[in-house]
């Protein structure tokens, strides 16, 4: 399985940018698919999910601004992201968890939950 984040770059407040995540070796369509986000300093943080069955989750730090979708004919995760803010600035990852369902546990999204990890690409938003 391999998982290929991309789409990152520099842009500034208020900006938008949409991610994409490529996969082989793994459907996307039968399983839950994320997306995490890693700062400098600190841990990494799931953000959003998307089940198999298209049930959407976001944590509260996106939820209103980012927006989680796949396209199963081109076995392609998407992240679009608006009004984006200095603090989204991070390495995007997309990941899954290898089950249909998004596990979120007292709404927290866990990286330990993720099978499949894919490499990052790097998100800055500054002015």
């Known amino acids: 399985v391999q998982l290929q984040a991309s789409g990152g770059g520099l842009v500034q407040p208020g900006g938008s940018l949409r991610l994409s995540c490529t996969a082989s070796?793994?459907?996307?369509?039968?399983?839950?698919m994320t997306w995490f986000r890693q700062a400098p300093g600190k841990e990494r943080e799931g953000i959003t999910c998307?089940?198999?069955?298209?049930?959407?989750w976001y944590d509260d730090s996106v939820k209103g601004r980012f927006t989680i979708s796949r396209d199963n004919n081109r076995n392609t995760l998407y992240l679009q992201m608006n009004s984006l803010k200095t603090e989204d600035t991070a390495v995007y990852f997309c990941?899954?968890?290898?089950?249909?369902?998004?596990?979120?546990?007292?709404?927290?999204?866990?990286?330990?939950?993720?099978?499949?990890w894919g490499k990052g690409t790097q998100v800055t938003v500054s002015s």
């Open positions: 990941a899954s968890p290898g089950v249909m369902g998004c596990t979120v546990v007292n709404g927290v999204l866990s990286r330990h939950a993720m099978d499949y």
């Open positions: 070796g793994l459907n996307l369509a039968d399983y839950a």
């Open positions: 998307i089940s198999s069955h298209g049930r959407l």
